[in-house]
């Protein structure tokens, strides 16, 4: 017997977690998207993980380019988070970004927490989405505090 997808939904909204947005760039095509399904993997190399929707644009990029950059988002960044998670405003989502270069070509956005520019260095089918390992190349480390997402809001810590 199975979950069905609403218990898994159910489930799933219990865990807690940070809020990030992942970036890509092929040729003159920039992506990003929020994504929370975000981990440390390794420390010697350095490697994280994310999870990426198969229908997603962002996804098809970083297929594309073999980079993308995680930028963990801090506590006054819910709207950034929201635009980038919105469909419809898909092509709105870099119109007033200041938008850098990291060393891999990733687009690097201002004003996250951390920013970590990562070259793909393997790439799995699971289910409807895909898991993207990258090596992390370079790290940029502000300070301040984090989003939190939990049963379908935005939160802070207390
Ligand atoms: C809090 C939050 C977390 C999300 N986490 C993920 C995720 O881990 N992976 C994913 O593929 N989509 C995730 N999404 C959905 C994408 O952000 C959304 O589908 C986005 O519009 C995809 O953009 P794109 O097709 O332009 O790449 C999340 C959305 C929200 C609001």
Redesign the pocket.
Known sequence: MSVSQEQFRAALSRWASG?TIVTSRHREEV????????SSVSLDPPLVL????R?????SVIDRSGVFAVHVLGREQGEL??L????AR?EE?FLDLPVEEGATGAPILPGALVALDCRVVARHEAGD?LIYVGHVEAARIGEGEPLL?YRGRYRELR
């Not at 229908?55 to 996804?59: G, I, L, P, Q, V």
């Open positions: 809020v992506r990003g998207m929020t994504v929370s399904a975000f994310v999870c990426a929707d229908a997603s644009d962002t996804r988070s929201a980038f998670a919105d469909k898909e989502r989405h997402y």
